[in-house]
């Protein structure tokens, strides 16, 4: 069970607060909006300073073991978790293919504001995991895309064209790019660089996670009232218990690879989220005629705000009961 506690903690923080905001307001058929180009901005904000702070740390920390093990454990979990879900999908939904191996791709690629709310929770905590954790949640991004669209198109099927144009979009699109870049400026700058940006990468990520939350409780609820028809019980309770599944396998994992609690429980978080960033910009491309109104309202309607409300607590106190 969760501590209760921890768990009142991180439901009463003020970034979990505004995404509460924005659902009550879209709900109440509130006018209240966020213009795209500043939800864009701060979606790389976030992706910056998350990046940035990992690598400082990472740098700190060496080229040690650990990292080599998480990031070989989050690859392998990508990779996989589309395979397992789309093994599940068929057996409890019917949906197209070009739906079914999306909602997968969603489930096996991560959630960068989960990894957020998720570390800032285990800080709390007393259980900070390492900084490159960050390049962790990086390699996740794209596997699940790959491994998805092997799926869905089969290897080596397709136009060359538009293959290359979705490999293009899952290794030097904006998330990756901002991701994995900033990481390698923090770790080449180390702590001197940190003592120059401290503000802009320290104070200033709260005030932009609760801006950033608020939106997405708007989109999340809004998508709800306009895409919740097409969410039958299977897929909705695909997006409760695979999460369930998949944190349960990166647990397991974790434990027997050795990573340290506050590490494999920041592991357990990302396998436990879903994609509605990466995996949507891939798709569009990839699968036009998978339907949007299915695979992103279950990772932002469903599967979020549960991480964000039980999730998260219940996978760090899993993680701090198995391995400490």
């Known amino acids: 069970m969760p501590d209760l506690t921890a768990s009142l903690a991180l439901l009463t923080s003020p970034a979990i607060l505004f995404f509460f905001v924005g659902a009550a307001a879209a709900f109440a058929?509130?006018?209240?909006?966020?213009?795209?180009?500043?939800?864009?901005a701060l979606s790389l904000y976030l992706m910056l300073c998350i990046g940035f702070k990992g690598g400082v740390e990472a740098r700190a920390a060496g080229l040690q073991g650990d990292f080599l093990v998480a990031g070989a454990i989050g690859i392998a979990l990508s990779a996989l978790l589309p395979i397992l879900a789309v093994a599940i999908?068929?057996?409890?939904?019917?949906?197209?293919?070009?739906?079914?191996?999306a909602l997968a791709a969603t489930y096996g690629s991560v959630s960068v504001v989960t990894f957020a709310a998720g570390?800032?929770?285990?800080?709390?905590?007393g259980l900070t995991p390492g900084g490159y954790m960050a390049a962790v949640l990086a390699l996740m991004e794209t596997p699940a895309i790959l491994t998805a669209l092997i799926l869905l198109n089969g290897a080596g099927?397709?136009?060359?064209?538009?293959?290359?144009?979705?490999?293009?979009?899952?290794?030097?699109?904006?998330?990756?790019?901002?991701?994995?870049?900033?990481?390698?400026?923090?770790?080449?700058?180390?702590?001197a660089g940190l003592a120059r940006l401290e503000v802009f990468v320290g104070p200033l990520f709260q005030g932009a996670l609760c801006?950033?939350?608020?939106?997405?409780g708007l989109t999340a609820a809004r998508?709800?009232?306009?895409?919740?028809?097409?969410?039958?019980?299977?897929?909705?309770?695909?997006?409760?218990?695979?999460?369930?599944l998949s944190a349960a396998l990166a647990?397991?994992?974790?434990?027997?690879?050795?990573?340290?609690?506050?590490?494999?429980?920041?592991m357990t978080i990302l396998a436990a989220s879903a994609s509605y960033i990466a995996v949507p910009a891939a798709m569009r491309l990839a699968a036009?005629?998978?339907?949007?109104?299915?695979?992103?309202?279950?990772?932002?309607?469903?599967?979020?705000?549960f991480n964000l409300t039980i999730g998260i607590a219940l996978y760090s106190a899993a993680a701090t009961w198995i391995i400490r």
């Open 251 to 266: 647990l397991a994992v974790s434990r027997l690879a050795g990573l340290e609690v506050g590490n494999a429980a920041l």
């Open 288 to 305: 036009p005629k998978a339907d949007p109104g299915v695979f992103v309202t279950a990772s932002l309607a469903v599967t979020f705000p």
């Open 211 to 216: 801006f950033f939350l608020l939106d997405l």
């Open 157 to 191: 099927r397709g136009e060359p064209g538009r293959r290359r144009a979705i490999l293009r979009e899952v290794f030097v699109g904006a998330a990756s790019v901002m991701l994995m870049g900033s990481f390698f400026v923090g770790a080449l700058s180390g702590e």
């Open 119 to 125: 570390q800032q929770h285990l800080e709390t905590l």
């Open 89 to 101: 999908l068929r057996r409890t939904t019917r949906l197209d293919r070009p739906t079914l191996c």
């Open 223 to 244: 998508r709800l009232m306009e895409g919740g028809r097409k969410l039958s019980t299977g897929v909705v309770a695909f997006a409760l218990g695979f999460p369930l």
């Open 29 to 40: 058929r509130s006018d209240l909006t966020i213009p795209e180009p500043v939800t864009k």
